[in-house]
């Protein structure tokens, strides 16, 4: 069976996901910057939530050889495209230790960016802790709007 892009149905063409998706992963690499950071998206479809955790590098993500995780990961980010709605966040860990988190609500491959506080929401939710304890050390960030 062929797969003929109509009007309607032309985003979510497999290849023209595939890219969209890639460019998110892209955006997200270089708002998180130098170094490796932890990312992890989590996914409400009709069918359920699903989520899938990765290692990304910033600030250019590595494309050539991208690791199954990362894979994974632009994967669940396309169910966007088709009605799912997405929590994004990233964790940064800094050259002394320090932890600053972000976070993005996505939908139809489009990042929205989360203040500091729904970060740290987001985190708690991602951690499964009381969104009172968010765990000691970590900073809370305003995320950047993603180009």
């Known amino acids: 069976m062929s797969y003929f892009p109509t009007p309607a149905n032309r985003s979510a063409h497999p290849l023209r996901l595939a890219l969209r998706s890639a460019a998110l992963m892209r955006s997200i690499a270089r708002a998180a910057g130098e170094g490796a950071h932890r990312l992890l998206v989590v ?5 359920g939530v699903d989520e899938v955790e990765c290692t990304i590098t910033g ?4 494309e050539e ?29 800094g050259l002394d230790d320090p932890v600053s988190v972000m976070s993005w609500a996505v939908s139809d491959l ?11 929401i987001a985190h708690c ?11 000691p050390g970590i900073t809370f960030v305003d995320a950047p709007a993603l180009i």
């Open 43 to 47: 996914v409400v479809t009709l069918d």
């Open 110 to 120: 489009t990042a929205r960016p989360a203040t500091a506080e729904q970060s740290r």
């Open 65 to 93: 050889t991208p690791g199954e995780a990362v894979v994974k990961t632009a994967a669940l980010l396309a169910q966007t495209a088709t009605g799912g709605l997405a929590m994004v966040v990233l964790r940064t860990t």
């Open 125 to 135: 939710i991602s951690e499964d802790r009381d969104d009172t304890d968010p765990a």
């Open 59 to 62: 600030p250019v993500l590595e």
